[in-house]
């Protein structure tokens, strides 16, 4: 079923991917929400609908009650879009990027409030790659620690492999009790529809193997000419310097011809928070709500 035209909505579907990629094509996204690989995973834990408005395609969440849209994927009126979609009276636009929340920062008629809990954190790739100066000593030596213990092997992910990824994910589940956790139950599903979709997707992944058993994965792809995306980065919770060490195996063969890795948001989680601060973002990738005033 093709994209209806504003105001019918109708739910994501996986057909929907080359309408998509064609809009995110035309006008490539900042933010890391805007892949279809991050919207389809994610579609049902936030309800996404979509529909043709003025050049865009217009992406709505029902998950709290009332609606709440994405910024407009496409290119053309930006402004006009958004306006127009505002025109029912309900609803807010969330995720809004910086260029795009500049357009409405001096109209009286609308609330734009900072977004800080899902501004993305953005870094050089060659940081992330060589972890060298002063800076990065605490990394450097989680991983040196972690390699004078444990003989490991980093595997590239094809297709073929992804039942391996799942059984990963499961166990990680397992451990952090995923099912009494809300947020972590729709990550374990955005993650399996990931997975079961890998050849469908313009994906990149990698694990680190450790006694013959995946300990650790990692899920990227494109967001723009210039930027890697990381979806996904776990590691065994019990092995001191793993994560550090995937990411850095990770970004070094997957993110060597792209300036940044975008590695997403903390969601307002004090310890993740802590966590991407820690490898010195080279930017945060600011995201707005608007509102119209009442």
Request: charged content about 30%; proline content about 4%.
């Amino acid at each position: 079923m093709a994209i209806p035209v504003y105001p019918e909505f109708k739910a994501i579907e996986l057909e929907d991917s080359s309408a998509f990629d064609q809009a995110l094509k035309k006008d490539p996204p900042v933010i890391s929400e805007l892949t279809f690989t991050n919207i389809f995973a994610w579609r049902q834990a936030y309800k996404f609908e979509s529909s043709l408005l003025g050049g865009f395609i217009i992406l709505r969440s029902l998950s709290s009650g009332r609606h709440i849209f994405f910024p407009p994927i496409g290119e053309g009126d930006t402004k006009g879009a958004i306006v127009e979609a505002f025109r029912g009276g309900k609803g807010i636009f969330s995720r809004l990027p910086e260029s795009t929340g500049r357009l409405f920062e001096n109209d009286p008629g609308y609330k734009l409030t900072p977004d800080r809990d899902n501004s993305d954190y953005l870094y050089y790739s060659e940081e992330l790659i060589s972890l060298s100066g002063k800076r990065f000593d605490g990394k450097r030596n989680l991983i040196k620690k972690f390699k004078s213990l444990q003989r490991y092997e980093y595997v590239e992910f094809r297709a073929a492999d992804i039942e391996e990824c799942l059984f990963f994910e499961e166990d990680w589940c397992r451990l952090k009790n995923c099912e009494a956790v809300q947020g972590l139950e729709n990550e374990r599903l955005a993650i399996r529809q990931m997975l079961e979709n890998f050849s469908r997707f313009a994906l990149v992944a990698g694990g680190i193997r450790v006694d013959a058993k995946i300990r650790a994965i990692a899920i990227g792809q494109e967001l723009n000419p210039q930027t890697l995306v990381i979806h996904v980065l776990k590691a065994d919770p019990d092995m001191a310097g793993l994560y550090q060490l995937m990411n850095n195996e990770f970004v070094s063969r997957a993110a060597v011809n792209y300036r940044y890795v975008n590695m997403e948001q903390d969601l307002g989680l004090e310890g993740l928070r802590k966590a991407k601060l820690s490898y010195h973002p080279a930017a945060m990738v600011n995201k707005y709500t608007l509102e119209l005033k009442r």
